[in-house]
């Protein structure tokens, strides 16, 4: 059977998943350069005013002029002020268009990945991911986003040098040529410290992360001391890289500063000289002086931004990589029916690892609808693994598993998830309402609905017997209810959709007995309306169920009616039969 493919999202057409998204907003950028040439022709103002003042004003004692002079520069730098308020004010408008498209856009292909890819990497580095929108934001409408106007001005701001001192103009080419240089070799040494940092930083979050998740284990065992070593050593390597980075910056930048220094230096010492061969005025020095810090100011900036530049390029390509995954099917050819509620299985294998050993290898089998189906074996047979293909969630790596006679590659997740309800052994409950947590994944689910399936679930008088009933809060994770009523809760949850196949693994680990006595007669009354289907060891249970699979080792052993399978299982034990009337329906595969 050749190996199942997962549906991939169709290509865009263009080469830059940011391109594509700057593409709209590339009118505000251009109002951004067309204001930031007015801003950048209005900073020689100050250079060619402080020229008429000393060799027209001073020389010639032309308080007239000086008068005209100032009121010029007051009304050009009210309109440099204004121009520089609209170019902020449009930068603001990019930062939060950024900010909720490109968040948007990584929230919207996170939920659309498969499980496997999520799996693939700790959740730690899923979330380093928003602090990737928020450079990429940050660098596209921020200082570095100006600093990248700024520098296209520098030759306006050269070509003036030459205008006004022909000789100081060519002492700026050369401290250009060596801007350009240091600003190279800064960008090489400082990106390649920063991902060093970063990997050393990835380490210390996920220590903490999992501390936070783990916060009972660490209370209840006194792990404080343990991790306390770990965490120093995670500190230590995070603490190296930052001052490594930050010693590069800080090397980089104190170079520009001298070199700037060192310019200012070289352009007065050549225009003195100039001055002394009357082939340049004072004012002109002072002019050019001026001229040359404003042309070297982006530069010098340049320096202590690069980290920026190196930290967007970095983002840039991280969410590029996330953008590109293949993704889960997101629209159905064709809208079905609700299926009857047939699960069979031809030959699917699965891998955990492309070159490990087969977690699931050749499963056959054929569930038919209705009654309740046990998945029983040892730990590590590939029974919660089985329950993940079934649901959908896992595509088998060669085989095929279907619903009502139709792949499951051909459904999307929506329509799984509402055709087939899924209680895992780990329940998550997102903190809200006790409505909120039944109706979870269920939009505009009535109160009708709701009470309904949280009576089907056989959780209805509990909650009333809550103080706030129905908009009692859960917490974070269902932490502020007890183990049996989140159970019941996420039972309630997934019938809520009235699915015709329930899968459950593990339902009862966490019940006492009248609570699992109590769970086993709501899963044998749903079962007259639904397939369900159960991992689990409970003799409660198994005694309710009316075919068992046994699982060992990823393949399937034996399955078939619960009254020939479980006495092979249990032969000390007296029989497990079900009990009357509840006989496996036809066309059961044995």
Not at 256 to 267: E, I, N, P, R
Request: glycine fraction near 10%; include cysteine; charged fraction near 20%.
């Amino acid at each position: 059977m050749e190996a199942q493919k997962p549906f991939v999202a169709p290509p865009s057409g263009k080469p830059s998943w940011l391109r594509d998204l700057l593409a709209p907003l590339f009118p505000s950028f251009r109002e951004v350069l067309a204001l930031s040439l007015f801003v950048n022709i209005a900073a020689l103002a100050t250079p060619v005013f402080s020229l008429q003042i000393y060799d027209r004003v001073v020389y010639h004692n032309g308080l007239s002029t000086l008068q005209g002079l100032a009121i010029g520069m007051a009304v050009l730098l009210v309109f440099d002020f204004i121009m520089r308020q609209a170019r902020a004010r449009i930068l603001q408008t990019v930062a939060l268009r950024l900010e909720a498209q490109v968040g948007q856009r990584l929230f919207d292909k996170m939920t659309a990945l498969p499980l496997r890819v999520l799996e693939s990497r700790p959740a730690e580095e899923w979330l380093r991911l928003f602090r990737d929108v928020d450079v990429v934001r940050n660098t596209l409408s921020g200082a570095s986003a100006l600093l990248v106007c700024d520098l296209p001005f520098t030759v306006l701001f050269l070509g003036t040098v030459f205008l006004l001192a022909p000789p100081v103009g060519w002492v700026v080419v050369v401290a250009l040529v060596l801007f350009v240089g240091l600003a190279l070799m800064s960008g090489r040494a400082i990106d390649q410290a920063a991902l060093r940092e970063r990997e050393t930083l990835g380490g210390r979050d996920g220590l903490l992360a999992e501390i936070v998740r783990g916060r009972a284990t660490v209370k209840a065992l006194a792990l404080e001391t343990t991790l306390a070593d770990v965490y120093r050593q995670h500190l230590a390597a995070q603490v190296q890289g930052s001052v490594r980075r930050g010693g590069l910056v800080d090397h980089f930048t104190n170079l520009g500063m001298v070199l700037s220094m060192t310019t200012t230096v070289a352009m007065t010492t050549v225009g003195a000289l100039a001055i002394l061969d009357h082939s340049l005025t004072v004012g002109g020095l002072i002019a050019a002086n001026m001229l040359g810090g404003r042309l070297m100011s982006p530069l010098n900036q340049l320096m202590g931004t690069w980290r920026g530049f190196a930290g967007f390029r970095q983002s840039a390509q991280r969410l590029g990589q996330v953008l590109a995954l293949p993704e889960d099917r997101r629209v159905s050819a064709l809208r079905l029916p609700p299926p009857s509620g047939r699960l069979t299985v031809v030959k699917a294998s699965f891998h955990y690892t492309p070159d490990g050993p087969p977690c699931l290898e050749e499963i056959s089998l054929d569930l038919q609808p209705g009654g309740i189906t046990a998945l029983v074996g040892p730990n590590g047979s590939g029974k919660t693994t089985l329950l993940k293909l079934l649901v959908g969630l896992y595509p088998p790596a060669s085989g095929r598993v279907l619903l009502d006679g139709a792949d499951l590659a051909q459904f999307t997740r929506a329509e799984l998830a509402g055709w087939i309800g899924t209680l895992p052994q780990d329940i998550t409950l997102f903190d809200g309402t006790v409505r909120e947590a039944i109706a979870m994944g269920h939009p505009g689910l009535d109160d009708e609905a709701v009470r309904e399936a949280a009576q089907t679930a056989g959780v209805h008088e509990m909650i009333l017997d809550l103080p706030q009933g129905y908009a009692t809060r859960v917490g974070e994770g269902g932490g502020l209810l007890s183990g049996g009523m989140r159970q019941r809760l996420a039972l309630a949850r997934a019938l809520a959709g009235k699915p015709p196949v329930l899968l459950l693994d593990e339902p009862s680990s966490s019940l006492d007995r009248a609570a699992e006595e109590a769970l086993v007669e709501t899963l044998a009354r749903l079962a007259t309306q639904r397939s369900v289907i159960v991992v689990t060891h409970s003799p409660l249970l198994l005694a309710r169920c009316q075919r068992v699979v046994v699982l060992n080792k990823g393949r399937v052993l034996a399955h078939g009616p619960a009254g020939e399978i479980l006495p092979r299982l249990f032969p000390a034990r007296r029989p497990v039969v079900p009990p009357a009337g509840a006989a496996p329906p036809a066309g059961v595969a044995s």
